[in-house]
């Protein structure tokens, strides 16, 4: 009898993995330090839904100051502190900060900046934090022999200078002066919408930065009325003192005042405050990105649905899946409403946007077979799919990041609509039929049988409603582990492959009105090319092996990693024309 | 016992080659080694070879071997190259032959045939666009200025910030320059009020006034003269222009060629002329480095030596008058990426010259490099003459030079008679030791302990200073005093920093000398290092560091004893090297020969063989190398990309960028919505009417694309072009399209077919006992 030790370690090995994130991801949070009474009470809602200008865009402060804290300190912020209250506490009480860890590192320079910590006698505790999670304070930063490991650092273009620039951006960012250069939150007097808007600091000046020197008033504003920049410079100048002096009454009631008159310079082009809310709410919501956790719990049931066969398991797991796909759509919805173009331009909205196409696609299968034995898989495969991407969003903050940005100009064409949701699409169903895929193996590896589905996956699915029950081979009460599986592959692959091709000639459509050639070997045309081109074995292979279903579910998991390879390897280690997408 | 003994031999019909070959072709195993090979080959081409950086530590960082640039190949190359058109060939016809022996044609097997077919149309087209594929970039300038002058002949000025022309005439010397261009000067007044237009000011000398004259692109009505310090000429002196003479208008810029990517040409001509004359270079590698001996170029330290593999590639001129046609000119090295061309000492000089380097290497990390020329009195020292190195010829004369190191000072109490000298050691500074004790001066009561000392040091508005710093103690009196390397500066401080001068019973003078003094000789094997004081000697062996204390090092690099000075280009270390640099920092060896006698030059890539440093503005590099032949001929020289004729020449009308709210953000593209360039061509003696290309909207000319690539982000005054034909793509679309339908009617289409047939079979077979429909049903799948 063949032993079922494998399969006990491999799931033991599943379930462990998941169980960490899922733990992982419901316990851990940012090293908080015990808010003050000031940050506990300050109310900043009339600072968070206030417009700024930002590289193009008009968003809401919260989103913007969101941004840039990120830039500055990572996936967990200051200290567990709002965005908005970081940034304006970083501006205006800058010298706090000098001996906190603010500042993030990536892991790919941490080790080097350890070592040069211990031996500028950091204490080995702080050094043993500082690797776990990337936070180090400026005046460490500073130590001479962190200082010059890190210029040593930057000289290696290859390896370590792009970290060495994001610490260098960093600190820059984390400057007073540049934080309130970049706080362009007085809009156009005139209305001209091509024009830059203000900064603050030209309305109000730049003494309330306390930083030493007498700067004065800042100048008149052109078109701005005297009476309202005097009003908003005192308003302000209330806002830093009562901040400075931790008074939450006063500040707060001085940012209410401050945000009216914003407001007022020209109320006829202000961005409407609801849509400045949603923004704020949005990103207080983490962008959604915590859906996974209910994507997981429709896992659940829908893992007992498909293997036990339980008809309540499997409307839990409908009714968990709509949930979460609601939440998903609702995520896509208001990125689409905010940004004003269709979410699909940066890696973060194309994980999203993919796994979004996937498990609409599940819907539409599982329609067509409700009354087979493949019913639940396709949801199963979404499901899983749309976990994993959205726990990559979830754990990789720094690396998908949720900011709302303007598209890219090269990319501002109707093909963005079309070659990239398809192709994004196709990666979907690629990903769920590696889930079928390896599911089919799972069954293997426990000495499942080694049958197959015959008719073929997208045929399969129309027999099953052909006249004559006997030709349905995959009814439920007849249909073997082996052929559902094999079949649900089969029914993914082959949309994928026919989505995948449809989506490359898209792709060399637009590439040659774009670029001037359809095809130019760049590394994701290739890879996306190879990905195909593992499906064409896979087709053909099928057809001459004896063990159908084992070489199937083995290419089509070859034929995911391809394009996993070329999503993550090539995008973010290998440039090429398309390293934007 | 042996089957085979005991059965007859089995008769094999025997195949022919041909035979053999045809049933090769026909097996679909044989398609999916085919499709196996093709998926690695690609893999590796692309993408390379992922490996650790280091194979002890697995999880560490990894990187990457590019296979294809070892090989010296482009993507467009490595994809054209012989081993995979090869497999490409071998499967096409390998899908060709199964298809046909195969698959029967029929209404089942229509998917699968559309698919081959669609694949071989493809194939077919995809070879047609491949082999005839052209394609490069340009620069399209906006306009030039054409500056005319009573008595002289008019002269073309690029509008470019920087271009200027002098034109002597009979009134004198005018000069016209291109001060500042402003892409979008918005227009207040008149009917064009709220329009913008590209503004020039031109900055104009003439012999008896300046003034700068602005000038508006397509609006010559509004030129006028701006005094400096008085403002628009109209308002100052009544009327628009100072100088009526001086005649200022814009001409179109017409671009008459495209370079090639990937490509390399030779641009010679002779000194003086502003024409190239293109040698194309042809077989020229793309990523290595070739070189006739390692004496060629300067190595960066600690990375492996570039092998000699040089290169004798023949430039022959392709065009009429070409200066240097009596020639032999070839391409006989060629480097990668280079720093500089770079001036360095080294060994087998003449005469005596004795070269010392060495490093000094502090704790904190860094490094400082010191070269000296002992026999040379400006190079004998550096770092503001804390080191320096002196040649002996005697082991006498060596003793005497060791005495002299180190900073000393001299204190003299003229009261008690008292003269002493007593060193100053650089290393120590009160910091460091603030306990440090006072130490007596012989034959008086005072005693002294030193401070610290500064050396070349930026104090205050006084300039670079050297000073030491000597506390003075006698009893309950106690004072410091700073004591300048000139005298006149020195002056002494109280315990509670009153500032007095210098207390007249101490009198002092601080001679500093170099902290580590360095004595070659009399051998070339003879090297000591003396530190701060006599008594403080080390040896140096070549790459050793020896410890001087207070947190510094000092390693030798070399020694000459005859130094000669060379000149090579520098190659950067592979550290530094930016990946997507591609050509740019390349250069390639180029020797022309003539009579047994030859010149050699290393050349830098230029990405564009521009007329004149004008044209380059702040965007492009632009440094042709200037060549002496024997008998004094001098040519210019260049070496960039092959250039190919644009159907019809091209100028920019207008470039026009698109922005989000708020306008362009100087460096983000992410504030900009799209770049349209304004074109016109040059067709039957005229220019045509402007036609736009902006990004994904490219315009063609009689067969040629042309499409947004680049721009100037600064002044706008050029846009960059990209170029290229698309013969056999509508081929290649059918060829997609059959196939995608063939995989829909495989996949969606066929399986209705086969079950209408089903129908029609059970349909039929009703009556039949349950075996023989089952048979029926079988047949009919």
Known sequence: ?581 | MNDSATRPAATHPRRGPLRALLDLFNSVWFGIILMVLIFLYMTVASAGILHPLDWSKPFGTWTRLVVRQRLGLTEMEAFAWWPFTTLLTLFIINMCVVTIRRIRFNALSAGVWAIHTGIVILAGASVYYFSTKMEGDTPVFRRSIVVEVPGAAPERIIVQPGAATNIQSVAGNYRVAIQSINPTWPLLSGEDAGKTACSVNVQVTTPSQSFIRQMLINYPQYTEDIIPGQGRAIKAVGRKLLDEDLKLSFAYEPQNYFYLQDTAALYVRELGSSVWLERPIEHLPHYSNNIASRNEIWQPEGEPPVEPNPLDIAVPPTTEGDPLADYDVRVTGRLHYVESLESRWVAGGAQLNPFLAVDLEYDSGTTEHVEMLALDSNKNTDKDGLTEFRWVNSAEARQDQVASVGNSLDISIPAENVQVTVPVNEFESFQQNPDAPFLPITGSAWTYRIRGMARNEQIGNAGPVTLAVVEFQNGAENFRRFVFENDGQSHDRTADNEVHKPDPRIVTHFRPGPMILFIGGPTANDLIAVVNTPNNQVSLTTGKPVQLGGGLSLRLKAMFTNARIENRPALTPLRFQDPQAGSQRSRIKVEIGKDGSSNSVWLPYHHYPLPDRQYAGNRFFYAPTTVTLPGGKRVELMYSRKRWPLPSAVTLEDFDLKTHVGGFVQGNTQSVRDFVSLLRSYRDGKWSDVYTTSLNKPASDQGWYYFQATWDPGTMAYTGLGVGNRNGVHAQLVGCCIAVLGMIYVFYVKPIIKRRRRQAVWASVKTQEPAEQREAVATAS
């Open chain 1, 1 to 581: 009898m063949k032993s079922r030790i494998p399969v006990r370690i491999a799931d033991a090995g599943v379930i462990l993995i998941v169980g960490y994130f899922v733990v992982h991801g419901l316990t851990h949070r940012a090293p908080k330090v015990e808010k003050d009474q000031f940050a506990a009470s300050v109310d900043l809602k009339p600072m968070r839904d206030l417009a700024i200008h930002d590289v193009g865009r008009i968003k809401s402060f919260d989103s913007y100051a969101n941004s840039m804290i990120r830039s500055i300190a990572g996936p967990y912020g200051i200290e567990g502190e709002g965005p908005v209250y970081a940034y304006l506490d970083l501006m205006l009480n800058r010298d706090e900060y000098r001996n906190r860890k603010i500042i993030y590192m990536k892991k790919a320079i941490r080790q080097q900046v350890a070592r040069a910590m211990e031996e500028s006698g950091i204490p080995v505790d702080d050094v043993r934090t500082f690797i776990k999670d990337g936070m180090i304070s400026e005046q460490q930063i500073f130590e001479p022999k962190v200082l010059a490991e890190l210029q040593r650092m930057d000289t290696d273009v290859l390896r370590t200078a792009k970290f060495v620039n994001m610490v260098n951006s960093a600190l820059m960012l984390a400057d007073p002066h540049e934080l309130s250069a970049r706080m362009r939150v007085v809009p156009p007097p005139d209305g001209d919408q091509q024009k830059p808007w203000i900064a603050g600091e030209d309305v109000w000046g730049l003494d309330f930065l306390g930083d030493g020197h007498a700067h004065g008033a800042a100048g008149p504003v052109p078109g701005l009325s005297p009476e309202l920049q005097k009003k908003i410079s005192e308003q302000w100048s209330q806002v830093a003192t009562a901040w400075k002096a931790k008074n939450a009454d006063a500040a707060s009631q001085a940012i209410a005042a401050l945000a009216g008159s914003l407001r007022s310079v020209d109320p006829t082009n202000y961005p409407p405050q609801d849509k400045l809310s949603l923004e704020s709410w949005y990103f207080r919501w983490h962008a959604f990105v915590w859906n996974w956790i209910v994507y997981i719990i429709a896992v659940v049931p829908l893992l007992l649905s498909v293997i036990y066969r339980w008809r309540g398991a499997y409307r839990a797991g409908i009714l968990l899946v709509i949930l979460a796909f609601g939440i998903h759509t609702a995520s896509l919805g208001i990125r689409w409403y905010l940004s004003g173009r269709i979410p699909n331009s940066n890696m973060f909205e194309a994980v999203l946007a993919a796994t979004w196409f996937g498990v609409l696609g599940a819907f539409f299968i599982e329609v067509f077979v409700r009354k087979t034995a493949m019913r639940g898989l396709f949801f199963l495969g979404s499901s899983v799919c749309a976990m994993v991407a959205m726990m990559c969003q979830h754990f990789m903050p720094t690396t998908l990041r949720s900011d709302i940005d303007n598209v890219m100009p090269v990319l501002d064409d109707v093909w963005l609509y079309i070659h990239t949701n398809v192709i994004i699409w196709s990666y979907a169903l690629i990903g769920m039929a590696a889930i079928t895929a390896l599911l089919y193996l799972r069954h293997r590896l426990g000495g499942g049988d080694p049958t197959v589905a015959k008719a073929g996956g997208a045929g399969s699915l129309i027999l099953n409603n052909a006249p004559g029950k006997g030709d349905s081979f995959l009814r439920e009460d007849s249909a073997t582990w082996g052929q559902v599986l094999d079949a649900s592959t089969m029914v993914l692959m082959e949309l994928s492959f026919v989505m995948l091709w449809a989506g490359l000639v898209m792709g060399a459509i637009w590439a040659d009105h774009s670029w001037g050639r359809p095809w130019g070997w760049d590394p994701k045309e290739v890879f996306a090319l190879c990905t195909f081109v593992i499906f064409m074995i896979l087709l053909h292979v099928r057809f001459k092996v004896r063990d159908k279903g084992f070489w199937t579910a083995v290419l089509a998991v070859a034929g995911c990693g391809v394009m996993l390879f070329n999503w993550i390897v090539i995008n973010f280690k290998i440039s090429g024309l398309h390293s934007y997408a």
